[in-house]
Structure formats: structure tokens, C-alpha cells
């Protein structure tokens, strides 16, 4: 058990049945009546971000959980399989527990880092930055240059970001998948 004295943010905490993060918290003292504490949190699994106002001092269930290297495998069309690089074991999660913002870098091989609570994966994180190849893009005129501009570029796993204008079909490209944005190219 943990009190609101113990927030501080990225602590998981059991509410309702559900598993959630601390995002922000503020402690507030008024001049009249007890001192609260308000905290935004993050559904774990489903990623919804909600407000709630807890009374100083009030208990909450603080959760442990674990980070494992996991890699993706392979999709069957509704499931994705990550094969647990620990055990071995093959663990299929849905589209909507990964996120749509992540699955658009996703790409097979690819080593990710899975949330564990009780022993089951809830949740995996891909690398922040990940190397992927151009497949189309507009050619690139001659005298182009890095300040030249950006141009759209669509990259093998089907995400599409502005890179600049000297990028041709088959370089590899650093984006950082948070922002979605280039970075620097790899090869060329």
C-alpha cells in the first residue's frame, strides 16, 4: 500500500480493477479545509487519460510491474505475436492494446520492451527511435539541399513523414516515432 505522501510520476497504481499510471499530481494545500492531492493517470492498457482528486494522506494499491525484451513476429490479420526473448513463449496482443501511433512503425524482428504484471504481457513499447526504408517518395531535384525543405516520404511499415528533399527511394531513414519526425539518414 502506498499514500498519496508517495506519488511521483510513472508510479502504477490499482483503481477500480484497473491498472494506472501517474502522469501528473499536485499537491494542494487551501486555507480552508484539508489538503488533496489532484493527478491525471493513464490507463495502462487502453491509454485513456482521466482527472481524479485524492484526499491527503488517502491509500492507494501501488503495482510493480516488470519490463522484458520482447520481438515482434509476425501478425495473423487481427493478432500480433511477440515471442518473449526470456522464455521463448509467444505472446499475442490486439491492435488497439498496442496503439495505432506504434503499430505504424512495427516492423518483424523488431525489439521492443513488454510492460509484465503478474506474469502476463499488458502492454509493449517499441523503440523510441527505429531505422526504416524509404519505399516511395518524390525524386529529389539536383542542387537539393538539407535546408532545401521536406518533402512526404512513405517508409516500409506504411507510415508517412516529411523528410528533406535529398531523400530517395531506398535509403534508411532514423525517425523518431514519438514526434514522427526524421532524424538523419542511415544509409544512402
Same mark, same amino acid.
Given at each position: 500500500?502506498?499514500?498519496?505522501?508517495?506519488?511521483?510520476?510513472?508510479?502504477?497504481?490499482?483503481?477500480?480493477?484497473?491498472?494506472?499510471?501517474?502522469?501528473? $499530481?499536485?499537491?494542494?494545500?487551501?486555507?480552508?479545509?484539508?489538503?488533496?492531492?489532484?493527478?491525471?493517470? *493513464?490507463? /495502462?492498457?487502453?491509454?485513456?487519460?482521466?482527472?481524479?482528486? $485524492?484526499?491527503?494522506?488517502?491509500?492507494?494499491?501501488? /503495482?510493480?510491474?516488470?519490463?522484458?525484451?520482447?520481438?515482434?513476429?509476425?501478425?495473423?490479420?487481427?493478432?500480433?505475436? $511477440?515471442?518473449?526473448?526470456?522464455?521463448? +513463449?509467444?505472446?499475442?496482443?490486439?491492435?488497439?492494446?498496442?496503439?495505432?501511433?506504434?503499430?505504424?512503425?512495427?516492423?518483424?524482428?523488431?525489439?521492443?520492451?513488454?510492460? /509484465?504484471?503478474?506474469?502476463?504481457?499488458?502492454?509493449?513499447?517499441?523503440?523510441? $527511435?527505429? +531505422?526504416?526504408?524509404?519505399?516511395?517518395?518524390?525524386?529529389?531535384?539536383?542542387?537539393?539541399?538539407?535546408?532545401?525543405?521536406?518533402?512526404?516520404? *512513405?517508409?516500409?511499415?506504411?507510415?508517412?513523414?516529411?523528410?528533406?528533399?535529398?531523400?530517395?527511394?531506398?535509403?534508411?531513414?532514423?525517425?523518431?516515432?514519438?514526434?514522427?519526425?526524421?532524424?538523419?539518414?542511415?544509409?544512402?
Amino acid at each position: 500500500m502506498a499514500t498519496t505522501a508517495d506519488f511521483r510520476n510513472g508510479l502504477v497504481i490499482e483503481m477500480d480493477g484497473q491498472l494506472m499510471t501517474i502522469i501528473y $499530481f499536485q499537491h494542494v494545500k487551501p486555507g480552508k479545509g484539508g489538503a488533496f492531492v489532484r493527478t491525471k493517470l *493513464k490507463n /495502462v492498457l487502453s491509454g485513456a487519460v482521466l482527472e481524479k482528486t $485524492f484526499r491527503a494522506g488517502e491509500k492507494v494499491t501501488d /503495482v510493480r510491474l516488470e519490463r522484458r525484451p520482447v520481438s515482434y513476429s509476425y501478425t495473423d490479420g487481427h493478432l500480433y505475436h $511477440f515471442m518473449d526473448q526470456d522464455t521463448f +513463449e509467444m505472446i499475442p496482443l490486439s491492435g488497439e492494446i498496442i496503439g495505432e501511433d506504434q503499430l505504424q512503425y512495427l516492423k518483424e524482428n523488431m525489439e521492443c520492451e513488454g510492460l /509484465v504484471h503478474e506474469g502476463s504481457v499488458l502492454s509493449v513499447e517499441l523503440p523510441f $527511435f527505429v +531505422e526504416l526504408e524509404v519505399t516511395e517518395t518524390d525524386p529529389g531535384l539536383k542542387g537539393d539541399t538539407a535546408q532545401g525543405g521536406t518533402k512526404p516520404a *512513405k517508409l516500409e511499415t506504411g507510415a508517412v513523414i516529411q523528410v528533406p528533399l535529398f531523400v530517395e527511394i531506398g535509403d534508411v531513414v532514423k525517425v523518431d516515432r514519438r514526434e514522427d519526425k526524421y532524424l538523419t539518414r542511415v544509409t544512402g
